[in-house]
């Protein structure tokens, strides 16, 4: 079983900063794409940012200019650092894991954390 567990979340006023942490535990050979998605209340959920295991990141165009995602392979951890904040950024933010749990297959399966919520709001 592979565990993702969030945190940094929390209230902020429009303009603001926030840094979300992401930690991956459990039987874990490799991962791939570590990321981030988002779904505000009445909305689907949507991509926020991706970063695969060299470095190559990819942003949602709502995000691009304001939030910045890092990976630290050897821990295990993604982070966004969220600035700019505004109030549609309002939502439950989710880390997202492509995960090689065996060693005999190069198979991967779909991670997800509970999700954190962050509150744009003055």
């Known amino acids: 079983q592979v565990q993702l567990v969030e945190s940094g979340g929390g209230l902020v006023q429009p303009g603001g900063s926030l840094r979300l942490s992401c930690a991956a535990s459990?039987?874990?050979?490799?991962?791939?794409?570590m990321g981030w998605y988002r779904q505000a209340p009445g909305k689907q959920r949507e991509l926020v940012a991706t970063m695969s295991s060299s470095g190559s990141a990819n942003y949602s165009d709502p995000v691009k200019g304001r939030f910045t995602i890092s990976r630290d392979n050897a821990k295990k951890m993604v982070h966004l650092q969220m600035n700019s904040l505004k109030p549609e950024d309002t939502a439950v933010y989710y880390c997202n894991a492509d995960v090689r749990t065996s060693v005999f297959n190069l198979r991967t399966s779909d991670a997800w954390g509970q999700g954190t919520l962050v509150t744009v709001s003055s």
């Open positions: 459990g039987r874990i050979v490799s991962i791939n794409v």
